[in-house]
């Protein structure tokens, strides 16, 4: 099949390999973006893939606990450009609607808009802000966690809002605890972990990645000419995979602040869930003229 400059931006944006090599991966693979990387860390030219997707459009995420700490909520509002997203109007809106999210039962985005307050719905709001700045704006998101009777839920605000974390646990409500639970949160918005727990991997995520590894380590045989045991062999992937468990994994990392686990770190506290949220993951802004750049060398070869 016919592969196209946006793909090979595509992958080259998410896995930092080359332009070729990415165009040679996407041949290989009938133009799947996730097998092409597999391919591309395969041949140790990638060593790691963005799974977010490219960072593309503006805004700030919002956060908001209620005073019990029993529930909180998060938001992404965007907005065209960051210049927009540090108005004050702009991010007055997303406070007000955050609050409405917390305090309101609703489960969607679309229900958050038919909130009414004032006589006016939300929607009808965002809309005369649109007007009244001139520039298109989205409430993308947003989610609520709630704890049970015996747990607790803080947040966190990173780089000025562009990424925002909920956190959920059990563990009595005081002030030790929801430090310690903050403390967690702020690791999240480093580390972005993808899973709270190993026991969570999914068998078809563990699969590729254990496919993964063994074909990197089969072509690094082949470059440096070792020949190892089968029992050696599977030693060293099975070391692998548990690195693998410590990367991705909330409660095997170790907590940037302490060389403990997470999970033992917040001991007795225990996690029950988490959400991150950063502005823009996922969403694609076209940029026209590095894609004719990328076509114009692909044609070129």
Not at 25 to 51: F, T, Y
Not at 66 to 79: H, P, T, Y
Not at 215 to 232: H, S
Not at 236 to 263: A, F, H, S
Request: charged letters at 35%; glycine letters at 6%.
């Amino acid at each position: 099949m016919a592969i196209t400059a946006a793909q090979v931006k595509e992958l080259r944006e998410r896995t930092g390999a080359g332009m070729l090599d990415c165009k040679k991966a996407l041949e290989a693979n009938n133009g799947d973006i996730e097998l092409a990387i597999d391919w591309l860390r395969e041949k140790g030219i990638s060593k790691a893939a963005k799974k977010s997707g490219r960072v593309a459009a503006e805004g700030l995420i919002f956060t908001l606990v209620s005073d019990d700490n029993k529930s909180g909520a998060i938001l992404e509002f965007n907005s065209e450009t960051d210049f927009v997203a540090k108005n004050d109007d702009f991010v007055n809106f997303g406070k007000k609607v955050i609050e409405i999210a917390l305090k309101e039962s609703v489960e969607t985005v679309e229900e958050l808009k038919a909130v009414t307050v004032d006589g006016k719905t939300v929607e009808t709001m965002l809309t005369e802000l649109i007007a009244k700045i001139g520039e298109n704006m989205n409430i993308r998101r947003f989610t609520k966690l709630h704890a049970s009777n015996d747990g607790l839920v803080v947040d966190y605000l990173h780089m000025g809002g562009k990424i925002g974390v909920l956190v959920n646990s059990k563990g009595e409500v005081n002030s030790e605890n929801i430090e310690k639970l903050r403390g967690v949160a702020m690791h999240i918005a480093a580390m972005d972990p993808k899973f709270l727990d190993k026991s969570l991997v999914t068998p078809e995520d563990l699969e590729r990645e254990e496919h993964v590894l063994r074909t990197q380590f089969e072509e690094e045989m082949k470059q440096t000419g070792k020949n190892l045991k089968p029992e050696v062999v599977e030693n060293i992937i099975q070391g692998k995979l548990r690195k693998y468990y410590e990367e991705n994994c909330l409660n095997q990392q170790k907590y940037v602040r302490d060389d403990k686990k997470v999970e033992d770190f917040l001991k007795p506290m225990t996690l029950v869930e988490f959400i991150r949220f950063k502005v823009g993951d996922g969403i694609e802004k076209k940029e026209e003229d590095f894609a004719a750049e990328v076509a114009a060398q692909i044609a070129g070869k």
